[in-house]
């Protein structure tokens, strides 16, 4: 604690006359062809990431990758774009035509447009020009990302339920719930930041990590929002909207041709959008890693070098992205839910709760009440702030212990019953080790009946299982 208290007073907000970017010399065409370049800096993001995660995939499992379309296999993604667009384009008979063409341009455009905000490096020259290189900001800049990709939810929903079909709507329903619930805890993840910075500004974010960056101080804010935005982009372990094994595909199992590609240039888009945020807020953004930053009066930090940096940043997540997906299963829903909604949830909340009072002591909105223990002075409201903290853990302990050590010596009295019906519960159910299953009833079935026929023997003959 002592460290942290020593560490956050360095992390006071810049002095900048102004509490966003300067684009006072920004003319209207210079940011339409800002706009340009970063939507071709995200397609060919794209069209790279799909031809790494291949091959750094295929290098796992002790293969190849695609290696045959262009020198490397690089063509490959392309090919298949080309072959996407060739393909017929059915839309079922069942489908709500308009929702059904409009929900993929929903999740397509929200994608790209989070992007607008995110400082891709300092000021440098365009075409006369001195201007940053991002497109747009404003005083709460990053809320810009989280509404968007509020949106976005709607893309995925409508799809589900536009298709007339039952396992998209329900794949449509568990990716909604999934991203909602995840969007939560990464939003108060991202308010550390905010309290340290004292701005919503990506560019007074990224300005007030010139001297410590916030993954620093903020490293469970860090990894809060590392489990986060691989839940939010539905990327493994946590793709349960797309479990093949139970959902056929998820909420876009109807769809082909473009319109299925334009759903899988969205994921790709919001897993670079979310790595660039992730580098904007944690990583110092464009600035230059430490010990380059040193070299020459900061001579590789800023202008068009800023690109560089922020590059190689993102593309370390990316890697993070495909490692995750070559390395661990698929987890189960409800339990990945339960650790949403009981676990990051509530402790992301007390450690915003215990930044805050940190924040706070250290800008005397407390007064000077000092306490000193073994020689080290601590102020009041940072030990009122871990006592309660402490507290409402030890509590939420105990009552899970509570409650875990009750249902455990209820199951153990009761026992599993010896004798189960797999079709109780309406669909059938295999039996738990120890357990056999309850002989079906029969009833009687009239054997023409049965045979198609109409034979003249006596129809209670014969009987057949129920079910």
């Known amino acids: 604690m ?94 709500d035509r308009l929702i059904f063409t409009l929900a993929p341009l929903i999740a397509a455009t929200m994608a790209f447009v989070s992007f607008a905000i995110i400082p891709l490096g300092d000021r440098a020259s365009m075409f006369g020009h001195l201007t940053p290189l991002q497109l747009a900001d404003f005083p709460v800049a990053v809320l810009l990302v989280l509404a968007v990709a509020s949106v976005g939810v709607y893309g995925i929903i409508l799809a589900g339920w536009s298709s007339g079909s039952t396992y998209p709507l329900l794949g449509g329903l568990r990716s909604t719930a999934q991203v909602i619930s995840y969007e939560i805890a990464m939003g108060l993840a991202l308010v550390a930041v905010f309290i340290y910075s004292g701005s919503m500004s990506t560019s007074q974010i990224v300005a007030g990590q010139a001297s410590l960056w916030y993954i620093a101080p903020g490293l469970f804010s860090f990894a809060v929002y590392v489990v986060t935005m691989v839940g939010e982009t539905n990327r493994l372990p946590f793709d349960l909207a797309e479990g093949e094994g139970e959902l056929t595909g998820g909420f876009h199992t109807e769809y082909g041709s473009m319109r299925f590609a334009m759903f899988f240039l969205a994921e790709y888009i919001n897993m670079f959008t979310v790595s660039a945020l992730a580098t904007t807020m944690f990583l110092g953004g464009w600035q230059a890693p430490p010990l380059v930053s040193l070299i020459n009066d900061n001579m590789f930090s800023g202008g068009w070098w800023g690109v560089l940096w922020f590059t190689a940043k993102m593309w370390a997540f990316m890697f993070v992205f495909v490692w995750l997906r070559g390395s661990l299963p698929r987890t189960r829903y409800d339990q990945f839910m339960r650790f949403g909604w009981k676990f990051l949830i509530p402790v992301t909340l007390l450690w915003v709760v215990l930044v805050a009072f940190i924040r706070g002591a250290q800008n005397g909105w407390f007064g000077d009440s000092i306490v000193t223990i073994a020689g080290r002075n601590f102020p009041v409201p940072i030990l009122v702030a871990i006592a309660v903290i402490a507290i409402l853990a030890l509590g939420g302990s105990w ?19 010896n004798v189960v019906d797999p079709f109780a519960g309406g669909y059938p159910v295999p039996p738990l080790p120890g357990q056999t299953l309850k002989e079906p009833e029969r009833r009687p079935v009239a054997v023409g009946a049965r045979t198609g026929g109409t034979s003249g023997a006596d129809p209670h003959t014969e009987e057949e299982p129920r079910g």
């Open 399 to 417: 009552l899970y212990d509570t409650r875990r050590a009750d249902k455990e010596e209820t199951e153990a009295a009761t026992g599993p019953p």
């Open 2 to 95: 002592t460290t942290l208290l020593t560490v956050l007073p360095d992390l006071a907000v810049p002095a900048l006359d102004n509490p966003k970017a300067d684009f006072s010399d920004t003319p209207w065409w210079l940011s339409l062809i800002k706009a340009v370049l970063i939507f071709v800096y995200l397609l060919i993001s794209t069209l790279l990431v799909i031809w790494f995660e291949r091959r750094v995939i295929g290098r796992m499992q002790q293969r190849p990758g695609p290696n045959r379309t262009g020198p490397f296999g690089l063509l490959q993604t392309l090919a298949d774009g080309m072959k996407s667009m060739l393909k017929e384009d059915v839309t079922p008979a069942a489908a």
